[in-house]
Structure formats: C-alpha cells, structure tokens
C-alpha cells in the first residue's frame, strides 16, 4: 500500500515569505508527527496529532510555526515570515495508534526547505 | 524530561565485522526504544524496537538491540557488517506514562555508520 506522502518535495522560499508543507499520511493512521532535521542534527520534535484529540505543540520552536490536520488525515504545516534558520528537512510520520506509545512510525520522504 | 545520546558522530566498521551502535537513554518512567535508518536519499526507515519482556529484540537486516537498563542504553548490534549497512541510524525514546495528548518522541542525533569492503 502506498506510504507517507509528502509534498512539495523541496522548497526554496525567500526570506520573509510564507510556505506551507503538506502530508498525507498512510491510510487509516490515526497518529500524525512532524519532525524537523537541520543539516547534522538529529530529528527535532515539531508536532503531534492523536485523532481528535487537542495536538502536543510543545516542540513549534516559535509562534511562526502552525500545523493542522484536517479530517484526521492530511496535514499541513505552516511556517509565517521564513527565516534562514529555518532551512532544513521536514519529515511526516504516522501511525497507527495500539497501546500507547509503542506504535512504530512510518516516515515519508520529506521536505527539504531551503530560505534565501 | 526524556532525553537520548548516541555519543558517537560516525562509526567506521569493515565489511564483515562486528558493529555497534551506542546509545543511552533518560525517562521518568519505562522506556519506549527504537532504532531507525535513512539510507541516503531515502526516508527514515524502522528497524526495532523494546517495548517490554527480553532484553535482546531483534530486527530488520539482521540487527538486535540490547535493552540494559541499570546502564539505560540500548545499542545497536550486528555481528557481521555489509557495506549496504552505511547508513544515517537514530536511536529514540519515549516515556510510557501520558502526558497530556500524546507520546513524544525524542530523537538522538544520529550515528553516521561506514562500511568499508
């Protein structure tokens, strides 16, 4: 069956501009992440979606960074005002939720943005 | 506050030889340990995980972890190396107790492994 898609695949973006980041997670998914990889670090915890339940933003490094889900399955996240630090690999995982916490992720591809 | 460290940037193994892959880890409550792959171009990929019962779990590829907790690590095995095994690997945790919405999953910053034939 078809994975986790994301799109655009990459970005380059101007300083300032917004751009949005979309994902469509495996079918029946009900657990959607969004994860953040700059050049030489590891994965950074951006966002979590748990069906209809509230989102965990605790890892939006900022208040230009916004996510939703809309129907419980597609995904957007959105960064306002992009700025070069911002540049880096956008990474979408789902799961399928089973006992708490022991789900395994499923990642797409990314995005690779990258802010002039 | 969970935390995890793979402490070493790159392992540089020969093809055919034992590897190891560290990494330790920090939580309040039990552990969630996961290893994950990205080979190059490619999405992270799934490889293991240790949820609860033997300490020794096995996975994809041919690799194993061992879960040790009086030393909270969990480092990645394999007893013979192939070049196809170069790769980008993260070690991740997570907490079992709730909190609030979800599970967070907390990444290490990743191992660069280097097969040589």
């Known amino acids: 069956g078809a994975g986790v898609s994301q799109s655009p695949s990459n970005k380059v973006t101007e300083k300032g501009k917004d751009v949005e980041l979309r994902c469509d997670p495996i079918?029946?998914?009900?657990?959607l992440y969004w994860y953040r990889q700059s050049l030489g670090q590891g994965l950074e915890f951006l966002i979590y979606f748990q069906g209809n339940s509230a989102p965990d933003k605790s890892g939006l490094p900022s208040d230009r960074f916004s996510a939703e889900r809309t129907g419980g399955s597609v995904s957007t996240l959105t960064i306002q005002r992009t700025q070069q630090e911002d540049s880096a690999v956008y990474l979408c995982a789902s799961s399928q939720r089973r006992l708490a916490g022991q789900e395994t992720q499923y990642f797409g591809p990314g995005t690779r943005l990258l802010v002039l | 506050a969970q935390s995890v460290a793979q402490p070493e940037d790159q392992v540089n193994v020969a093809e055919g030889n034992p590897l190891t892959v560290k990494c330790t880890y920090s939580v309040s409550g039990n552990p969630y340990l996961f290893w994950y792959v990205q080979y190059p171009n490619r999405g992270l990929q799934f490889l293991l995980k240790?949820?609860?019962?033997?300490?020794l779990v096995k996975g994809s590829y041919g690799f194993e972890a061992e879960f040790n907790k009086s030393q909270t690590s969990f480092h990645l095995k394999k007893p013979s190396a192939l070049v196809s095994d170069s790769a980008l690997y993260f070690c991740?945790?997570?907490?079992?107790?709730?909190?609030?919405?979800?599970?967070?999953?907390?990444f290490g910053a990743g191992t660069r492994l280097f097969v040589k034939a």
């Open positions: 079918s029946g998914h009900t657990a």
């Open positions: 991740a945790v997570r907490d079992n107790r709730v909190r609030g919405g979800g599970f967070k999953t907390i």
């Open positions: 240790y949820i609860t019962g033997d300490n």
